[in-house]
Protein backbone atom coordinates (compact mmCIF):
# COMPACT_ATOMS: atom_id res chain seq x y z
CA UNK A 1 0.00 0.00 0.00
CA UNK A 2 1.04 3.52 -0.74
CA UNK A 3 1.27 6.50 1.88
CA UNK A 4 -0.18 9.55 1.35
CA UNK A 5 2.40 12.10 0.89
CA UNK A 6 3.08 14.66 2.97
CA UNK A 7 1.70 18.39 3.24
CA UNK A 8 -0.52 20.27 0.19
CA UNK A 9 0.98 21.18 -3.13
CA UNK A 10 3.50 17.97 -2.15
CA UNK A 11 4.21 15.29 -5.13
CA UNK A 12 4.78 11.77 -5.07
CA UNK A 13 8.68 11.26 -5.98
CA UNK A 14 7.54 8.51 -8.48
CA UNK A 15 3.97 7.35 -10.23
CA UNK A 16 1.84 4.33 -8.67
CA UNK A 17 1.72 1.44 -10.64
CA UNK A 18 -0.55 2.58 -13.65
CA UNK A 19 -1.02 6.11 -11.89
CA UNK A 20 0.37 9.28 -12.80
CA UNK A 21 1.74 11.36 -9.69
CA UNK A 22 -0.94 13.23 -8.35
CA UNK A 23 -0.25 16.62 -6.37
CA UNK A 24 -2.82 18.10 -4.00
CA UNK A 25 -3.66 21.72 -4.41
CA UNK A 26 -6.12 22.43 -2.18
CA UNK A 27 -8.63 19.94 -1.46
CA UNK A 28 -10.41 21.89 0.47
CA UNK A 29 -11.42 24.64 -1.87
CA UNK A 30 -14.00 23.95 -4.61
CA UNK A 31 -13.18 24.78 -8.12
CA UNK A 32 -14.10 27.99 -9.23
CA UNK A 33 -16.55 28.10 -12.31
CA UNK A 34 -16.05 30.75 -15.60
CA UNK A 35 -17.83 34.14 -15.71
CA UNK A 36 -20.73 34.05 -17.61
CA UNK A 37 -21.54 36.31 -20.56
CA UNK A 38 -25.45 35.95 -20.80
CA UNK A 39 -27.35 37.02 -24.36
CA UNK A 40 -30.97 37.76 -23.33
CA UNK A 41 -33.24 38.88 -26.26
CA UNK A 42 -36.05 37.44 -28.72
CA UNK A 43 -35.38 35.33 -32.11
CA UNK A 44 -32.24 37.32 -33.28
CA UNK A 45 -30.76 36.25 -29.98
CA UNK A 46 -32.19 32.65 -30.19
CA UNK A 47 -30.58 31.88 -33.34
CA UNK A 48 -27.23 33.62 -32.45
CA UNK A 49 -25.63 30.14 -31.99
CA UNK A 50 -26.69 28.40 -35.36
CA UNK A 51 -23.72 28.87 -38.18
CA UNK A 52 -22.29 32.12 -38.15
CA UNK A 53 -24.11 33.97 -35.29
CA UNK A 54 -23.13 36.14 -33.11
CA UNK A 55 -23.88 34.37 -30.10
CA UNK A 56 -21.51 30.93 -31.63
CA UNK A 57 -18.39 33.66 -32.40
CA UNK A 58 -18.95 35.40 -29.01
CA UNK A 59 -18.31 32.09 -27.25
CA UNK A 60 -14.99 31.72 -29.94
CA UNK A 61 -13.59 34.75 -29.19
CA UNK A 62 -14.10 34.08 -24.86
CA UNK A 63 -13.22 30.53 -25.20
CA UNK A 64 -11.93 29.29 -22.10
CA UNK A 65 -12.54 32.57 -20.51
CA UNK A 66 -16.11 33.54 -20.18
CA UNK A 67 -19.69 30.74 -21.08
CA UNK A 68 -21.64 32.48 -23.25
CA UNK A 69 -24.97 31.66 -22.14
CA UNK A 70 -28.06 32.40 -24.69
CA UNK A 71 -31.58 33.25 -23.39
CA UNK A 72 -33.33 33.88 -26.31
CA UNK A 73 -36.68 33.65 -27.24
CA UNK A 74 -38.55 33.51 -30.52
CA UNK A 75 -41.40 35.38 -31.13
CA UNK A 76 -41.07 37.60 -27.45
CA UNK A 77 -41.16 41.24 -27.06
CA UNK A 78 -40.16 43.27 -23.28
CA UNK A 79 -43.58 42.75 -21.94
CA UNK A 80 -43.21 39.12 -21.81
CA UNK A 81 -39.82 38.98 -20.83
CA UNK A 82 -40.50 40.72 -17.66
CA UNK A 83 -42.07 37.25 -16.94
CA UNK A 84 -38.37 35.53 -17.23
CA UNK A 85 -36.21 38.21 -15.08
CA UNK A 86 -36.33 36.32 -11.93
CA UNK A 87 -35.94 32.58 -13.42
CA UNK A 88 -32.95 33.55 -15.57
CA UNK A 89 -31.48 36.32 -13.15
CA UNK A 90 -32.05 35.31 -10.05
CA UNK A 91 -31.21 37.42 -7.18
CA UNK A 92 -29.74 35.11 -4.70
CA UNK A 93 -28.21 31.47 -5.49
CA UNK A 94 -25.79 31.83 -8.34
CA UNK A 95 -23.37 34.05 -9.11
CA UNK A 96 -24.15 36.98 -11.33
CA UNK A 97 -23.42 37.21 -15.19
CA UNK A 98 -20.26 39.58 -15.58
CA UNK A 99 -22.07 40.64 -18.34
CA UNK A 100 -25.57 40.62 -19.96
CA UNK A 101 -27.06 41.93 -23.35
CA UNK A 102 -30.18 43.00 -23.84
CA UNK A 103 -31.79 42.72 -27.43
CA UNK A 104 -35.49 43.64 -27.83
CA UNK A 105 -37.79 45.66 -29.71
CA UNK A 106 -38.16 43.79 -33.42
CA UNK A 107 -41.35 42.38 -32.21
CA UNK A 108 -42.14 44.86 -29.43
CA UNK A 109 -42.31 47.76 -33.20
CA UNK A 110 -45.16 45.12 -35.04
CA UNK A 111 -47.67 47.26 -36.09
CA UNK A 112 -51.12 47.30 -34.74
CA UNK A 113 -53.79 46.20 -37.34
CA UNK A 114 -51.72 44.58 -39.34
CA UNK A 115 -50.79 40.13 -38.81
CA UNK A 116 -48.17 40.49 -35.95
CA UNK A 117 -49.77 43.04 -33.47
CA UNK A 118 -50.19 41.03 -30.75
CA UNK A 119 -46.68 41.24 -30.19
CA UNK A 120 -47.29 44.92 -30.30
CA UNK A 121 -46.18 46.96 -27.21
CA UNK A 122 -46.32 50.96 -27.43
CA UNK A 123 -43.54 52.55 -27.73
CA UNK A 124 -43.74 53.78 -23.89
CA UNK A 125 -44.06 50.73 -22.33
CA UNK A 126 -41.01 49.17 -24.40
CA UNK A 127 -38.91 51.89 -22.74
CA UNK A 128 -40.93 51.24 -19.08
CA UNK A 129 -39.81 47.36 -19.51
CA UNK A 130 -36.20 47.82 -20.82
CA UNK A 131 -35.84 50.39 -17.75
CA UNK A 132 -37.33 47.57 -15.27
CA UNK A 133 -35.18 44.68 -16.78
CA UNK A 134 -31.95 46.99 -16.44
CA UNK A 135 -32.78 47.54 -12.84
CA UNK A 136 -33.38 43.83 -12.24
CA UNK A 137 -30.01 43.58 -13.65
CA UNK A 138 -28.23 46.27 -11.27
CA UNK A 139 -30.18 44.74 -8.52
CA UNK A 140 -28.56 41.39 -9.19
CA UNK A 141 -24.86 42.99 -9.66
CA UNK A 142 -23.75 46.67 -8.93
CA UNK A 143 -20.93 45.27 -11.31
CA UNK A 144 -22.06 43.96 -14.18
CA UNK A 145 -21.45 45.13 -17.63
CA UNK A 146 -25.34 45.74 -19.41
CA UNK A 147 -25.11 45.90 -23.12
CA UNK A 148 -28.83 47.34 -24.68
CA UNK A 149 -28.99 46.53 -28.20
CA UNK A 150 -31.43 48.45 -30.15
CA UNK A 151 -33.96 46.23 -32.79
CA UNK A 152 -32.41 46.06 -36.21
CA UNK A 153 -33.27 47.84 -39.34
CA UNK A 154 -35.99 46.13 -41.54
CA UNK A 155 -36.14 45.52 -44.88
CA UNK A 156 -39.98 45.82 -46.13
CA UNK A 157 -39.40 44.34 -49.60
CA UNK A 158 -37.39 41.58 -47.63
CA UNK A 159 -40.29 40.73 -45.52
CA UNK A 160 -42.68 40.35 -48.30
CA UNK A 161 -40.61 38.60 -49.94
CA UNK A 162 -40.57 36.07 -47.35
CA UNK A 163 -44.36 35.81 -46.94
CA UNK A 164 -44.90 35.18 -50.38
CA UNK A 165 -42.28 32.61 -50.46
CA UNK A 166 -44.47 31.04 -47.44
CA UNK A 167 -48.29 31.94 -48.17
CA UNK A 168 -48.05 32.82 -51.55
CA UNK A 169 -50.83 34.74 -52.78
CA UNK A 170 -52.13 34.66 -49.48
CA UNK A 171 -49.49 36.29 -47.96
CA UNK A 172 -50.91 40.04 -46.13
CA UNK A 173 -50.68 43.22 -48.29
CA UNK A 174 -49.27 45.54 -46.01
CA UNK A 175 -46.10 44.80 -44.05
CA UNK A 176 -46.41 43.73 -40.72
CA UNK A 177 -43.20 45.81 -39.57
CA UNK A 178 -41.61 49.02 -41.19
CA UNK A 179 -38.09 50.54 -40.86
CA UNK A 180 -39.53 54.01 -39.80
CA UNK A 181 -41.39 52.09 -37.00
CA UNK A 182 -37.92 50.22 -35.68
CA UNK A 183 -36.20 53.24 -35.96
CA UNK A 184 -38.84 54.95 -33.44
CA UNK A 185 -38.32 51.83 -31.05
CA UNK A 186 -34.46 52.07 -31.33
CA UNK A 187 -34.26 55.63 -30.62
CA UNK A 188 -35.95 54.83 -27.44
CA UNK A 189 -33.68 52.43 -26.34
CA UNK A 190 -30.75 54.79 -27.00
CA UNK A 191 -32.30 57.61 -24.89
CA UNK A 192 -32.84 54.79 -21.85
CA UNK A 193 -29.44 54.47 -21.95
CA UNK A 194 -28.22 57.23 -21.97
CA UNK A 195 -30.23 58.31 -18.91
CA UNK A 196 -29.37 55.20 -17.06
CA UNK A 197 -25.59 55.51 -17.72
CA UNK A 198 -25.13 51.85 -19.40
CA UNK A 199 -24.29 50.64 -23.09
CA UNK A 200 -26.07 50.96 -26.08
CA UNK A 201 -25.29 49.46 -29.00
CA UNK A 202 -27.48 51.06 -31.88
CA UNK A 203 -27.34 48.10 -34.69
CA UNK A 204 -30.62 50.21 -36.52
CA UNK A 205 -27.88 52.83 -37.30
CA UNK A 206 -24.93 50.93 -37.71
CA UNK A 207 -26.13 48.11 -40.59
CA UNK A 208 -27.58 51.11 -42.26
CA UNK A 209 -24.53 52.91 -42.99
CA UNK A 210 -23.26 49.97 -45.86
CA UNK A 211 -25.00 49.95 -48.59
CA UNK A 212 -26.86 47.05 -49.59
CA UNK A 213 -27.68 46.90 -45.68
CA UNK A 214 -31.19 45.47 -46.58
CA UNK A 215 -29.42 42.10 -48.65
CA UNK A 216 -26.79 41.54 -47.12
CA UNK A 217 -27.41 41.46 -43.12
CA UNK A 218 -30.88 40.34 -43.10
CA UNK A 219 -32.08 36.97 -44.53
CA UNK A 220 -35.78 37.74 -44.43
CA UNK A 221 -35.79 41.49 -44.22
CA UNK A 222 -35.78 40.90 -40.15
CA UNK A 223 -33.38 38.30 -38.94
CA UNK A 224 -29.83 38.28 -39.59
CA UNK A 225 -27.40 36.59 -42.15
CA UNK A 226 -23.61 35.52 -41.03
CA UNK A 227 -22.81 38.98 -42.28
CA UNK A 228 -24.93 40.40 -40.39
CA UNK A 229 -24.79 38.31 -37.44
CA UNK A 230 -20.71 39.53 -37.53
CA UNK A 231 -21.87 43.09 -37.57
CA UNK A 232 -23.41 42.23 -33.97
CA UNK A 233 -20.56 40.46 -32.93
CA UNK A 234 -18.09 43.34 -33.56
CA UNK A 235 -20.16 45.76 -31.77
CA UNK A 236 -20.75 43.31 -28.63
CA UNK A 237 -16.90 42.63 -28.53
CA UNK A 238 -16.07 46.49 -28.94
CA UNK A 239 -18.10 47.31 -26.01
CA UNK A 240 -16.52 44.81 -23.98
CA UNK A 241 -12.90 45.53 -24.66
CA UNK A 242 -14.05 49.13 -23.91
CA UNK A 243 -14.78 48.29 -20.22
CA UNK A 244 -11.72 46.23 -19.85
CA UNK A 245 -12.74 42.73 -20.61
CA UNK A 246 -10.53 42.02 -23.29
CA UNK A 247 -10.15 38.31 -24.10
CA UNK A 248 -6.40 37.83 -24.71
CA UNK A 249 -5.93 39.78 -21.06
CA UNK A 250 -8.78 37.42 -19.11
CA UNK A 251 -7.58 34.30 -17.01
CA UNK A 252 -7.97 30.87 -18.58
CA UNK A 253 -10.24 28.70 -16.51
CA UNK A 254 -7.48 26.46 -16.34
CA UNK A 255 -4.13 26.66 -16.99
CA UNK A 256 -2.59 26.23 -20.39
CA UNK A 257 -1.00 22.95 -21.27
CA UNK A 258 2.27 24.69 -22.02
CA UNK A 259 2.22 25.57 -18.06
CA UNK A 260 1.54 22.32 -16.28
CA UNK A 261 4.75 21.26 -14.96
CA UNK A 262 4.79 17.20 -15.74
CA UNK A 263 6.12 16.15 -11.99
CA UNK A 264 4.04 18.68 -9.63
CA UNK A 265 0.62 19.24 -12.05
CA UNK A 266 -0.84 20.59 -9.13
CA UNK A 267 0.95 23.72 -8.90
CA UNK A 268 -0.20 25.22 -11.76
CA UNK A 269 -4.17 24.92 -11.30
CA UNK A 270 -3.63 27.45 -7.61
CA UNK A 271 -3.11 30.40 -9.39
CA UNK A 272 -5.64 29.82 -11.71
CA UNK A 273 -8.47 29.08 -9.05
CA UNK A 274 -7.77 32.00 -7.53
CA UNK A 275 -7.94 34.56 -10.74
CA UNK A 276 -10.55 32.36 -12.29
CA UNK A 277 -12.61 33.47 -8.53
CA UNK A 278 -12.02 37.25 -8.30
CA UNK A 279 -13.34 37.31 -12.53
CA UNK A 280 -16.03 35.51 -11.54
CA UNK A 281 -16.94 37.02 -8.30
CA UNK A 282 -17.03 40.97 -10.56
CA UNK A 283 -13.97 42.13 -8.50
CA UNK A 284 -12.24 44.89 -9.69
CA UNK A 285 -11.39 45.35 -13.64
CA UNK A 286 -7.07 45.34 -12.92
CA UNK A 287 -7.64 41.69 -11.53
CA UNK A 288 -8.99 40.70 -14.83
CA UNK A 289 -5.31 40.84 -16.23
CA UNK A 290 -3.69 38.56 -13.94
Not at 107 to 121: F, K, M, P, W, Y
Request: with cysteine; proline share 7%.
Amino acid sequence: MTTTPPGAGSCPSAPSAGHPPVCLADPSKEMAVRPRLVLFGDSITEQSFRPGGWGAALADTYSRKADVVVRGYGGYNTRWALFLLHQIFPMVGTAPPLATTVFFGANDAAILGRTSERQHVPVAEYKDNLKRIVNHLKDCSKSMVIMLITPPPVDEDGRERFARSLYGEEARRLPERTNEMAGVYADQCIELAKEMNIHCIDIWSKMQETAGWQKLYLSDGLHLTPEGNAVVHKQVVQTLRNVGLKAEDMPYDFPHHSRIDGTCPGKAFQLSVVQLESLACGTSGDLISL
